[in-house]
């Protein structure tokens, strides 16, 4: 693996693009906390971002199938470095109008590039038996980068100005469109006609989800942890106030991101395609037991044992769950289906949001992880009931 060209520039990019990434999340934050006094003007602008991605990904999901995947990711790489252009003009003139501009860009530079990237790796990679190992080191390095990306554009902040935060990240994504020319991918050669394109329709990927159990059920199963990550900064500040402990706020973010660094590391050792389906629902249980032991949340070490089962669940549910996708769905569908999957995680987050925030102001924290456990439970039964006779026929 080591030696593949590609999934080393892959590595490299990804871990740049997350410095990039988080170095502008915490400018975006500083700004919005400089000129948006209003919690809620605040979330509409974040949310702004988020369904131009969505709006978008369909699209993606078409061109992705339809064109070169390499030139896809060079030019959302432009779209990226363009975008900052939009904030450096909000520092500027002190915009909130070009900061919307610069989060609908960005979301939709990213909208065509993640998925692209899900579809590329199983391209990059030689032997298919290493696309768990693959997965699990992307997973880790993006996690990496999430580290070093807040703690560096923490830094910045104390000793320099916002502007160089942003300039920092508009040289990450330089750097990362830089490393994509020399991505090396050998595609599948495609029919150029006109109306052959024409015939690519987004909505195809449904009937091709439907007739593969264990994708329909990965899919399903994948709300699960959405139900613990879409409400989980909210989680950790009620839980700070639970234990009247501000520094408790660290602990949790560091025991869940060490978990998932290990979780990611330990998959690619203990599972082999045979047991994908036995370890995705011992993986949901321990997720759903992570959000229902939360009830007990006031007292200290459980909550940190909590995250870090999630953490460690987590890490090693989604490397399984991005080889599934990559080594079941047929390849000539794996840009609409991961722009499809793109679509549905975000969409999935922003309603766990909201839900979180509505269920902490109506019945508090404890109440709400159990519900939010008991439909994890919920979700597993459905897809155990819902597919029993698929998985027979199937032999798994």
């Excluded at 906390?33 to 919690?39: A, E, G, L, M, T």
């Excluded at 203990?270 to 370890?279: D, F, L, Q, R, S």
Aim: glycine share 8%; proline share 3%; charged share 15%.
């Amino acid at each position: 693996m080591w030696k593949n060209k590609n999934i080393i520039l892959i590595f490299i990019g990804e871990f740049i693009a997350g410095i990039g990434l988080w170095l502008g999340i915490i400018g975006n934050l500083e700004f919005m906390q400089k000129h948006v006094p209003s919690d809620f003007v605040k979330s509409l602008i974040l949310f702004s971002g988020l369904l131009a991605g969505v709006i978008v990904s369909p699209i993606a999901g078409k061109w992705i199938d339809t064109y070169n995947k390499k030139h896809i990711l060079l030019y959302a790489g432009i779209g990226r470095v363009g975008s900052v252009l939009f904030m450096l003009f909000a520092l500027k003139y002190e915009s909130i109008f070009l900061m919307i501009c610069f989060m609908i860009s960005i979301q939709m530079a990213a909208a065509f590039y993640f998925p692209t990237l899900q579809a590329i790796i199983p391209l990059a990679v030689t032997d298919e038996k290493q696309l768990m190992t693959v997965n699990g080191m992307h997973m880790n390095i993006s996690a990496l980068s999430r580290i070093a990306g807040t703690a560096f554009g923490g830094a910045l902040l104390m000793i320099t100005s916002l502007q160089t935060l942003y300039i920092g990240a508009m040289i990450a994504y330089i750097l990362l469109f830089s490393l994509t020319f020399f991505i090396d991918i050998k595609e599948e050669r495609r029919e150029t006609k006109h109306n052959t394109k024409e015939k690519q329709r987004f909505t195809d990927i449904f009937p091709i989800i439907r007739q593969l159990p264990i994708v329909y059920v990965a899919v399903v199963l994948t709300i699960v942890p959405q139900l613990f990550i879409g409400g989980f900064n909210l989680m950790v500040i009620n839980i700070s106030e639970l234990q009247h402990d501000p520094s408790i706020k660290g602990w949790l973010y560091t025991i869940e991101g060490i978990g998932f660094l290990f979780g990611a590391f330990f998959i690619k050792y203990a599972t082999h395609e045979k047991t994908y389906i036995k370890w995705m629902y011992a993986l949901t249980c321990f997720i759903a037991f992570a959000q229902l032991s939360l009830h007990f949340a006031h007292i200290k070490w459980v909550s940190l044992v909590s995250f870090g089962l999630f953490g460690i669940s987590v890490g090693c549910f989604f490397p399984m769950i991005a080889t599934i996708f990559q080594t079941n769905v047929p390849k000539r569908y794996h840009g609409r289906f991961f722009s499809f999957k793109n679509m549905f995680d975000r969409v999935t987050f922003q309603i766990v949001l909201l839900a979180s925030g509505f269920l902490l102001d109506t019945i508090g924290l404890e109440n709400m992880v159990v519900f939010f456990g008991s439909l994890s439970l919920l979700l597993m039964m459905y897809t155990m009931f819902r597919k029993k006779e698929e998985w027979k026929s199937e032999g798994t």
